[in-house]
């Protein structure tokens, strides 16, 4: 993860403005605007967003900023441009670095930070940030924030937003990953997102941690060969009785099976 401190080079506001992070893994911007400050230090046209409470910027609308500032990949030169940059492909992110993040529009420049330097208030923000999801039943979502918190989320509400009819109801789940640093969940592409934000603000907080949960997969599940040890039998012996339906696994793979430690020793011979 990259942090860029958004600063004025007029010096009109002696602290950064906002701050621009950058996910190199995702190649993804998200913006963190500041939780008290004056709506006419915003940059523009963030400041709009800022009016309506938003504080972390979603990543679409953080290009379409980080854009504003660089060279378009439509300049008719762009070929030559990239030559010149020993560039080999258009880059967002590159493009930036090299220009500052400045341009002919205003005084705004990036700088190079590191999360240890941010104010307290974005680092508790920040670790709200999601470490990893369980889908559970009826389009609810177990959510692990990185602050250690578990949160119970129904994504119910989200269907009937604009973006998110494409989605189909019984599928919400199928294509649902993580954004690269934890910035929250998403279905490919920036208009499908839901920030880490929203989720830790809708979600219900249950007694269930993520080190639980990878404690109870580690000790209750087996693959094929922990079920043979436990049964003091042969793989080949598990296997068969997989195929007779004495024994259900959770996952059934061309390779593998994992099946439930409870359903292992309800067949174990006593």
């Not at 559970?136 to 937003?161: P, S, Y």
């Not at 007694?207 to 922990?226: C, K, N, Q």
């Amino acid at each position: 993860m990259k942090i860029f401190a958004v600063k004025d080079e007029a010096g009109i506001c002696k602290t950064p403005l906002m701050w621009l992070i950058y996910s190199p893994a995702g190649k993804m911007f998200f913006i963190e605007l500041p939780d008290e400050v004056d709506p006419l230090n915003i940059p523009m046209p963030l400041d709009s967003l800022y009016k309506r409470g938003i504080r972390t910027v979603g990543s679409e609308e953080s290009m379409q900023w980080v854009r504003l500032r660089i060279v378009p990949p439509d300049r008719q030169n762009i070929a030559q441009i990239l030559a010149d940059l020993k560039l080999q492909a258009y880059d967002e992110f590159k493009l930036l670095e090299y220009t500052k993040g400045r341009c002919s529009h205003d005084d705004y420049y990036i700088a190079h930070t590191s999360e240890s330097k941010l104010p307290a208030n974005l680092r508790k923000r920040l670790a709200k940030r999601v470490r990893d999801i369980m889908p559970m039943d009826d389009c609810r979502l177990a959510v692990f924030f990185q602050n250690g918190e578990t949160k119970v989320c129904d994504l119910h509400w989200i269907l009937a937003k604009p973006e998110f009819r494409s989605i189909a109801r019984g599928s919400v789940f199928s294509a649902l990953s993580v954004l690269h640093d934890g910035y929250g969940i998403g279905w490919g592409t920036g208009e499908t997102e839901i920030l880490y934000g929203d989720l830790y603000s809708s979600g219900i907080s249950i007694p269930l941690s993520y080190e639980d949960v990878v404690g109870f997969i580690r000790d209750r599940i087996l693959d094929t060969a922990g079920a043979a040890k436990l049964l003091a039998c042969s793989p080949q012996n598990v296997n068969a009785l997989r195929k007779r339906g004495k024994l259900n696994p959770i996952v059934e793979k061309d390779k593998y099976s994992l099946y439930l430690r409870s359903d292992i020793e309800q067949i174990r011979p006593s």
